[in-house]
């Protein structure tokens, strides 16, 4: 019955072959697994490096494929490229190397009448918990705070730039968790102590960091 359906209405497409069963080579996708697994008695063989389906279940199969060729053109390595390429050339992604580029900068706005602490590790609404190093002079212009600190809403105080570092695996240790969660005025201020589940994110990514540091170090020398 399934030869008979296959040859009354056959499919098609450079990713199936025809042998004792039908079998289906395509670049790995989520979708087009999900597809398959859904069609009986079809399994991987790992020798042929292929999924074979027997003529028995061709109607399933037949049902389901415009959805498995589309899936996986789509995960062809070319338009995997050009799907890149794209995406490098969007707003999107310009949006993301601009507010790469600024936390690169270590700065921070904070409200010139309410400074945080200097030296010791605080939570921040866009750079996690960082420690504050100075303060300058200079006032934040009102369009960089739109662009990059949506916190920093308030028209009614003036918002001074302030030097941050990241914070060490240390200093985090020694750092007393707060008991609540920020306030909504802690958050629009844009610094609060940070609570415990916020400190074990921090230390855990301090941890990594020292890790690969001191393996860069110890690393093989010529």
């Not at 866009?126 to 200079?138: H, L, R």
């Not at 662009?147 to 920093?152: L, M, R, S, V, W």
Request: net charge positive.
């Amino acid at each position: 019955k399934g030869r008979d359906a296959f040859a009354f209405d056959p499919i098609s497409s450079p990713y199936l072959e025809i042998a004792d069963d039908l079998l289906i080579r395509t670049p790995y996708s989520k979708t087009l697994l999900r597809e398959l697994h859904e069609i009986p008695w079809a399994s991987w063989d790992n020798e042929l490096r292929a999924w074979r389906v027997p003529f028995r279940s061709y109607e399933e199969l037949r049902r389901r494929w415009p959805i498995i060729e589309e899936a996986a053109r789509h995960s062809e390595p070319e338009e995997r490229k050009r799907r890149r390429e794209a995406e490098s050339d969007s707003e999107a992604q310009r949006t993301r190397r601009l507010r790469y580029a600024e936390r690169r900068r270590h700065r921070y706005p904070v409200p010139s009448e309410d400074l945080p602490p200097m030296g010791r590790p605080v939570a921040t609404e866009q750079c996690g918990v960082v420690v504050f190093t100075d303060v300058s002079g200079e006032l934040v212009e009102p369009s960089v705070l739109a662009a990059f600190y949506p916190h920093a809403r308030r028209t009614d105080i003036d918002y001074a730039w302030g030097t941050w570092r990241s914070a060490t695996l240390t200093e985090l240790i020694r750092t007393w968790p707060a008991r609540r969660e920020a306030s909504e005025m802690e958050r629009s201020r844009g610094w609060w102590q940070p609570t415990l589940p916020e400190l074990r994110v921090a230390r855990r990514n301090a941890r990594t960091i020292e890790r690969r540091r001191r393996n860069r170090d110890l690393g093989p020398t010529s």
